[in-house]
């Protein structure tokens, strides 16, 4: 959202990167979905064949996937889940921002900070439950299909599903941390975050399962000892660096963190220096790439299609932390050029 008093910085492109998104990435998910299905799962070529009508019809699908949403509806209001505090905004409240990009981008971005119909927040509600854990339930029914199809699911696949639901539990369990995440303070709800939580994560997200079933991928248990390895390796990162930054930001006298080396802000605010922030300015995205390559080597690497997550997250990784990036410098201004100057890779130490 714009700095206040100045004209709206349009991102994703303006209205023509928004018109073109909404576009491309149904018609992206839907190519990876035909792709994956297909005996060639050539990434880069065509869809291998377009679908009738009726085919891509099913009141069925519609009715669970609306009963799959009032479900989680119904346990997200279940009086017993725990209420976290939000972001405070610089005034000690929710500021209304001029927007005056046109429908489109609007529309792509979305308007509302956080939509609510009484203790309802939808951008909340969307971003953990729904997908996410759709996506690790689509992975349940990949890994028992296999199962009756080869008498029982293949070392891969386990692999895949075991990753990605330690990944979605985390999230689960670290439920308050996306609080602190830029899709609840800073972004809108709009198709981006509502397309990408409720249709792009269950269904590109699982690709690596979905690509399993239909091309089986022998592996052994050393080279599965390896993938295992390079999983924990991206998990203690990911984890170590958020749980350090969550800590600090929470309290800064943690004991967890209270000797860490930091620099101080106008805002009253303090970076940490050190640590897993002295490393990288994003370790926690370099944990989560490491973690996105040990999710596709268990398919092999015949063929393009599970790299295609990797593909897509490191781009988008790099373009958030360039957003990042812009809306830290409005906050800290020249302590965080302090903080660049000394902590000057973004993501992968000496490389980027
Ligand atoms: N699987 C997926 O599709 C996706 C996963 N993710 C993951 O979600 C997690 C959260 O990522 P994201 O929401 O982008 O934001 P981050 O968790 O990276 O938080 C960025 C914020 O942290 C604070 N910060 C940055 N540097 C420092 C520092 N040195 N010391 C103290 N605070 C600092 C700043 O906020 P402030 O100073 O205002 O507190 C900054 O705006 C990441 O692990 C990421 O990998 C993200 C996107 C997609
Ligand atoms: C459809 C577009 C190409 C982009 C959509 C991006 C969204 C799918 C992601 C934007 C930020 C996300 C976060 C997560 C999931 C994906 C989306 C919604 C997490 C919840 C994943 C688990 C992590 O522990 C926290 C992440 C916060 C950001």
Redesign the pocket.
């Known amino acids: 959202m714009a700095p206040q008093g100045s004209r709206a910085e349009l991102e994703f492109g303006g209205p023509l990167g928004a018109a073109a998104l909404l576009l491309l ?1 149904p018609a992206t998910m839907f190519h990876l979905l035909l792709v994956a299905r297909s005996g060639p799962a050539r990434l880069l070529g065509p869809p291998p064949y377009l679908p009738e009508l009726e085919e891509l019809w099913s009141p069925w699908a519609l009715l669970l996937c609306l009963t799959w949403l009032g479900l989680q509806a119904a346990l997200y209001l279940l009086p017993a889940r725990k209420v976290a505090e939000g972001q405070e905004l610089k005034d000690k409240s929710r500021l209304s921002y001029p927007i005056n990009g046109n429908p489109i981008y609007d529309f792509f971005l979305g308007r509302e900070l956080n939509p609510r119909i009484c203790s309802f927040d939808f951008k909340y509600f969307c ?2 439950r729904p997908g ?1 854990i759709g996506w690790v339930l689509i992975n349940l029914a990949l890994l028992m299909q296999e199962a009756e199809l080869r008498g029982s699911p293949s070392l891969a696949m386990w692999l895949v599903n075991g990753f990605q639901l330690l ?1 979605v539990g ?2 689960l369990w670290h439920e308050e941390a ?1 609080l602190t ?1 830029m ?1 609840i303070i800073h972004d809108g709800f709009g198709f ?2 509502a ?3 409720l249709a ?2 269950p269904f590109t997200y699982s690709l690596q399962a979905q690509f399993l079933l239909y091309h089986p991928e022998p592996l052994g248990l050393p080279l599965a000892s390896v993938i295992c390895l390079i999983n924990a390796v991206g998990y203690y990162i990911f984890r170590g660096a958020n749980s350090q930054k969550n800590a600090f930001r929470k309290n800064p006298s943690d004991p967890r963190v209270a000797d860490l080396e930091t620099i101080s802000t106008a805002t009253g605010r303090r970076l940490l220096v050190s640590g897993w922030w002295g490393m990288v300015r994003h370790p926690n995205y370099l944990g989560d790439l490491i973690m996105a390559l040990a999710w596709s080597l268990p398919c092999g690497v015949s063929h393009l299609l599970p790299y295609f997550y990797l593909l897509y997250f490191t781009a ?1 990784l790099v373009h958030r932390e360039a957003r990042d990036e812009q809306q830290c410098l409005r906050k800290y201004g020249l302590a965080w050029h302090a903080y660049c100057r000394r902590v000057p890779y973004r993501i992968v130490p000496y490389i980027y």
Do not use: I, K, R, S
């Open positions: 990435l971003e953990l996410l990944y985390d999230a996306v995440t899709d981006m975050l397309f990408g939580d792009w994560v988008l």
